[in-house]
């Protein structure tokens, strides 16, 4: 679910990132390149985009998508842990909690690729890494580890006391790629933030992250789908939320909240459209 909070954070986002920025619209020329949704899609994505088009505040302005990430990165993403919880963290589960994060976020980058392995429609990274960099608790004596695999930021807050990674290393504050002063470098910079509070119902999600329940995403390692964390990373690329509309002939979809667990090839569709319409901008 977009969340208030979410919708907040991407207009802030978007704030900093034109400054200094011009927007870049695809031509459609450029956009109806190497596109080839099944023929039964083809309605429904209209539909979406034009929907996307006509409620976007700032479509092509707003350079902080998940897309801009990855290019800006060349190819890879980089994650903090936000701990929101003060139940203790083993090495053994942040492991875990580090391998499935990598494995969903994949199953969105999968979704990109050609049956023949190459990216789509012009997307140059068929592989896509995911770095956890750091950790963030209000205690450290909750993370029940001593090496030093990732930064841990303990009692970092923000402005209603949740811990936080270190904005001067965070790609939400620093959209001109200028981490001079993160004290790990660009290297050791985040791009988003999996934020997993206590108690917390449903999710959020924008181009700062995404936000679930701390007890949802634990309970669900080891299942193929973490849906609801799936759904948060649709928004952080673009994708809309299926409130008070359906497309023509679509009824179960992972971002139409509750009616899908699994990334659909509807979800599949949209994503690669959202590329199509701002490959433009890196100028493929």
């Not at 008070?244 to 909240?257: E, V």
């Amino acid at each position: 679910m977009r969340t208030r909070l979410a919708r907040l954070g991407a207009v802030l986002a978007a704030i900093v990132a034109l400054i200094g920025a011009p927007a870049v619209t695809a031509t459609p020329a450029q956009a109806a390149e190497q596109w080839n949704p099944p023929a039964h899609l083809v309605q429904p994505l209209g539909e979406v985009w034009n929907h996307v088009e006509s409620t976007y505040p700032d479509l092509y302005g707003f350079r902080n998508y998940g897309w801009d990430q990855i290019m800006a990165n060349r190819g890879s993403v980089n994650y903090c842990v936000r701990w929101e919880s003060d139940a203790p963290v083993s090495a053994a589960l942040r492991d875990r909690i580090h391998a499935d994060l990598k494995k969903q976020f994949g199953k969105w980058m999968a979704a990109m690729v050609e049956s023949n392995g190459t990216g789509t429609n012009a997307w140059p990274y068929p592989n896509v890494p995911v770095n956890i960099v750091g950790w963030a608790v209000k205690n450290r004596s909750t993370l029940q580890w001593s090496d030093n695999s990732v930064d841990i930021y303990a009692g970092m807050l923000d402005s209603e006391g949740a811990p936080q990674c270190a904005p001067d290393c965070g790609r939400f504050f620093h959209q001109d790629g200028n981490y001079s002063r993160c004290p790990g470098g660009a290297a050791r910079h985040y791009d988003q933030s999996l934020w997993l509070t206590k108690g917390f119902q449903g999710g959020a999600g924008g181009d700062w992250g995404q936000r679930v329940g701390q007890e949802y995403f634990t309970s669900a390692l080891g299942q193929e789908n973490i849906h609801i964390y799936l759904h948060e990373v649709g928004h952080t690329f673009g994708l809309d939320d299926f409130y008070d509309w359906t497309p023509t002939g679509q009824c179960c979809f992972l971002m139409k909240a509750g009616s899908a667990a699994q990334i659909t090839e509807f979800d599949k569709w949209m994503f690669r459209d959202f590329w199509r319409h701002l490959k433009s901008r890196y100028g493929l």
